[in-house]
């Protein structure tokens, strides 16, 4: 079946730790997306990609990097420079005949 | 810009009552608009969406919504609620229906169904 893997499910990082988060979809969709999700904001766009090797920022990019080196994957890193990335983070992609398709997400935490 | 605003954060019925979860949106466009269901620790499944076709739109689940452009409104309702409704349900805008669309969240509503 086609769909979207997020992983881990679960991450935990320590103070001053760069960590990245796994996407990948077998859609071939060729936007991707990424979201960050906290209790009673919503989710708020990162950082998303229409095609392969280009990605542009989103509403709260400062902190986190992105590649799209391949059509399938979008991984997300969460940079020291991000102070409160306690979150869950949900990975999107989309494409010209079909609305958006969600992964299950990736629940990071800071120790 | 586009925003969306979710009228309560929380909201709780009584199975087989009404499910009322209210939604407003703003745009400078014409605007597409979809629902979006999530339980805990998943992701978004996709309850209904508006293209500018029908104002009243079907959903899974038995779920619709009536697009009101006089009210800048598409409140979510369902008949008779369930146990299984239980879960958050985020309403989104974008200015673009296919492709790379930018989906603006509203901040959600937590829907709890009581026996």
């Known amino acids: 079946d086609g769909g979207i893997t997020q992983s881990p499910k679960y991450l935990f990082r320590k103070e001053g730790q760069n960590v990245t988060l796994s996407c990948e979809q077998n859609l071939n969709h060729d936007a991707m997306y990424w979201y960050r999700q906290d209790p009673g904001q919503g989710l708020r766009l990162i950082y998303y990609s229409q095609i392969v090797n280009d990605f542009q920022k989103g509403d709260i990019a400062e902190g986190y990097s992105v590649s799209r080196e391949k059509k399938e994957s979008f991984p997300l890193t969460v940079t020291s420079a991000q102070k409160n990335p306690t979150a869950f983070y949900l990975c999107a992609s989309s494409s010209i005949n079909y609305g958006y398709t969600f992964g299950s997400g990736t629940r990071l935490t800071v120790v | 810009a586009q925003s969306v605003t979710q009228l309560g954060s929380h909201v709780s019925v009584s199975e087989g009552a009404l499910v009322l979860l209210r939604c407003n949106y703003s745009?400078?466009?014409?605007?597409?608009l979809f629902w979006y269901v999530q339980y805990p620790n998943q992701g978004l499944q996709l309850l209904l969406k508006y293209t500018s076709a029908a104002t009243l739109v079907k959903g899974i689940n038995g779920f619709e919504a009536e697009f009101k452009k006089s009210e800048t409104s598409f409140h979510l309702t369902k008949p008779s609620a369930h146990m299984s409704d239980a879960a958050e349900y985020f309403c989104a805008v974008s200015d673009a229906f296919q492709g790379a669309q930018k989906l603006v969240f509203g901040q959600g509503t937590r829907l709890t169904i009581n026996p």
């Open positions: 745009s400078s466009v014409p605007p597409y």
